[in-house]
Each structure stands twice: as C-alpha cells, then as structure tokens.
C-alpha cells in the first residue's frame, strides 16, 4: 500500500467516524422529544463542541496519523483514549456551562457514541484482514545476517508487525561463532532460489556491504527479480546509543536521540497546555490558598512567605524560581540540600514538602513560560555546576524546560541526592522523558504526582 493509499484510508476512517458522531447526534435527537436539540440553541452549541473536542482529541492522541494505525489492538487502545478525552471535556463543558441538558439525552449521545466507535473498529479490522489476504498487504521477507541487530529486527517482525513475515534467516556457516538464535535457511548463495520460490517481497540485509561486496551483486539479482533490497546499517559502531534518522532534502540526518519536542506542533501543545493547567491552578487553587499558607508560614517563623532562588532552566539559561518557604531563615539556602531530618526546616514547612504544596507557586513560572507543568526538575545554579562534572551526559536534561513534577520524581528519585547512582537515575529518566514525550505521558505524570501527594512519598521531607 503505497503513501497516497495510506491517506486516502485515513482520511476516510477519520471522516467515517465524524459522520458516526453527528449521526448519533442526529438518531438521539429525534428520538428523545423532550430533548428538543433542532429547536433549542444550546443543542447547536452541544453539537459543535462535541464535534470540535472529538477533532481536538484524535489530534492530541494521533489516533489516525500514528505509524502503527493498522495495528487493531494499537488502533483501538489509542481509540478508548480519544473517546475517554473528549468523554471528560464534554461533562466539563456540560458544567461549566450550567444549560439543564437532558440527561437522556447526554447518556444515549455518549453510549451510542462509543457503540458506532466499536462497530467501526470491528469493521475496519475485518476490512484490513480481507484486504490483507486479498491483495496481499502482509510482507514477506528474509534478513540476511546473523548478528545482534537481526536479531532485533527478526524480533520486532515477530512482536511487534502483524504485517510482515519473516520467511527465512540467511548466514553462512563459518561466519556462525555459536547457535544460532533462530533457524538457518541457509547461506547467502541459497537466497534467491528461495525468495522466488516462497515469494519474498523485501530482503533485509545486516551485513555491511563494503565487507561483503557480493551483496551487490545480490541486490542486483533481487531487483531484476522485484525484490526489493534494504540495506540495514549498525550504526553503534560510530556511537554505543541508539540513533535516529530523519531526512532534509531527502539527505540523511543522524541525531544521537529522539527529542519529540524538538517538533514545533509538540512544543504548541505543550505550550498551550501548560498556560491552561497553570491558569485553572492559579485562578481555582493559589487564589485562596495563598492567603492560608502566607498565615501559617508567618506564625511558624520569621520571614518572607515565599522563598525565591535562581535555578538552571533550559538551555541552562537561570530563572527565578518561586517556591513557598519551608525553611527557616539561613544562610545555606542557596548551596546545601535539603536532608532528612534538616532541623531548618520548619513545622508547616516539613507538611508542605510531604504533600509538594511548597512547589505550588512554580506554577507562576509555567504560566510566565520559565518552567513546564512536567519536565526536568530544576536545580540551584551550584548543583548544576556540580553534577554536570561529576555525570558527563547531566547536561542533556537541559534541552526542555524544567517541571514541577517529573518522571524522575514519580518513579522514586526525588529529594536529597544522596550519591552518583541516585543522580545517574535520576538523569536517565529525565533523559527518557525527553525522548519518549508525549501529552499523555504528562497527563500520567500529574496524576501520579497526585496520588503521591495524597498517599505520601517516602523520599519527601
């Protein structure tokens, strides 16, 4: 299936499913009388915002523009999270908005919904696997090479493509040091006779043709025969990482690791997420807790009731960062960690730190733009200076904005750095989160803060 094939039957899907939504608008509306949704203008309303946080959510979860898109469970799965996305937006704009809707009405928009959703998916599968069995969209290949990264590939076509099927794993005997990991169809010189008898579409090839020059030769005989010939180099003998490909001008670009947010459209989602969450803690949130804090810090000790610090945000370039102050005046602040039991900390001070309310303010810093509501956790400017020496890849963290929560935190390694493994950990899930982004990775990430806050982390103090 070639690339306009591809965006003709996605966009087909996706026009499927909108016509389903506004079809079970349509069906509810002329069944459910009381409802009276063609006469009354809040209806008109429901309509189109319904029709527009569906189109917002399949955006965000790249529900039709994902690579695995013919992957019914991946399909699917992405799926429920675009329909329990717009579910949650609905009955919050259904608040907001304070219109007494037919409750009916609601339940029958949003379970017929979910019907049509799940007949489409069942239907599409079934027109994927007739079409895959009629015209043939399931590839047949052979990888040549018995090596680690033939393996990895040979493990990725069983795992993770319903697509492709391996049909046999080529090698030549003195070049097999041990066992081999899967079985043999034979050598190099056995390949062609047995992709045209078993109809092979596509030939991987791991091994390096400059050591193997008759490679050519056999990618020659492939094509006569069209079969095509992919070369799959093993690029961790230049860099012991993974790399990443793209392409300007069809020109190949390697990049040491994927960074999501290096994309502009990733960047404005996360922008403009982060200015809505931070406005609805602001306004719904610091607006009355704010006063209450500023009480108890002041009867607890002396001092402001914020506590400001420049910290290293991204790129490294300083901000100052807000906090509510839990420790006692003293002149440390700015170069000695917090430690368990530290006797500067105070009384509310040791309550806010256990329930993260003393990081509360940074959410001034997201809305302004210094920080993300997920990121790196930033560090005082000596930290930095300290770490960056101490673990040579400290300063990849630096290429996001900090947060004020992280994967790091959820996952365990918040608090005192205590030695250079804590902090190794600590960088390579920065680094992770960096590379794996995601919206919903976010959305994740503060509800496990959430719960932590509630449940207690044993590394907060």
């Excluded at 917002?56 to 994902?66: N, R, W």
């Excluded at 949003?110 to 590839?139: D, E, P």
């Excluded at 040549?144 to 697509?163: A, C, D, P, T």
């Excluded at 000596?382 to 959820?410: C, L, S």
Aim: hydrophobic content about 45%; overall charge positive.
């Amino acid at each position: 299936m070639n690339k306009l094939s591809y965006v003709f039957y996605r966009t087909m899907l996706w026009l499927w499913d909108i016509i389903s939504l506004n079809l079970v608008l349509v069906l509810v509306s002329l069944f459910v009388d009381r409802a009276q949704a063609f006469d009354q203008g809040p209806y008109h309303v429901f309509f189109a915002v319904i029709n527009l946080v569906w189109m917002a959510s399949v955006y965000l979860t790249g529900l039709y523009i994902a690579k695995d898109w013919l992957d019914f469970e991946g399909f699917y799965k992405r799926t429920i999270k675009s329909y329990l996305i717009t579910v949650l937006i609905l009955f919050l704009f259904i608040f907001l908005y304070h219109f007494p809707y037919s409750r009916m009405y609601i339940l029958l928009v949003v379970g017929g919904f979910a019907l049509l959703l799940s007949i489409n998916r069942i239907a599409f599968n079934i027109l994927i696997f007739f079409l895959r069995s009629r015209f043939r969209l399931q590839k047949n290949v052979v990888v040549v090479g018995h090596n680690e990264l033939s393996k990895r590939l040979i493990r990725y076509f069983n795992e993770e493509s319903k697509f492709v099927h391996v049909a046999g794993c080529f090698e030549d005997e003195e070049r097999l040091s041990a066992e081999p990991s899967y079985p043999i169809a034979g050598g190099i010189k056995d390949i062609m006779p047995f992709v045209i008898q078993n109809k092979v579409t596509e030939i991987y090839s791991t091994l390096a043709p400059e050591h193997f020059p008759d490679l050519y030769e056999l990618a020659k005989q492939a094509e006569s025969q069209f079969i095509h010939f992919r070369f799959v180099p093993d690029y961790k003998i230049f860099v012991n990482r993974n790399i990443y490909v793209d392409f300007i001008d069809n020109i190949p670009v390697l990049s040491l690791r994927n960074e999501p947010l290096e994309d502009t459209g990733n960047r404005i989602k996360k922008r403009l997420f982060d200015i809505a969450f931070s406005s609805i803690i602001i306004l719904f949130l610091l607006s009355w807790l704010i006063p209450i804090i500023a009480i108890l810090i002041k009867l607890s000790s002396r001092g402001p009731v914020f506590f400001t610090q420049m910290r290293s945000g991204k790129s490294n370039q300083p901000f100052l960062c807000i906090k509510f102050r839990s420790l006692r005046m003293n002149d440390e602040a700015n170069k000695k960690q917090v430690t368990r039991n530290d006797d500067r900390v105070t009384k509310i001070g040791r309550f806010m730190r256990k329930t993260n309310i003393d990081e509360l303010p940074q959410f001034f810093n997201v809305f302004l733009g210094d920080m993300s509501v997920v990121g790196p956790r930033p560090h005082m400017l000596k930290h930095t200076e300290d770490f960056a020496n101490i673990y040579k890849q400290y300063m990849i963290r630096h290429f996001v904005k900090p947060g004020v929560t992280g994967w790091a935190q959820v996952n365990g390694f918040r608090g005192e750095i205590t030695d250079n493994l804590f902090l190794q950990k600590r960088i390579e899930h920065d680094i992770w989160y960096m590379e794996n982004w995601t919206l919903l990775l976010d959305l994740k990430i503060i509800l496990m803060t959430a719960f932590l806050s509630v449940k207690g982390d044993k590394n907060a103090f």
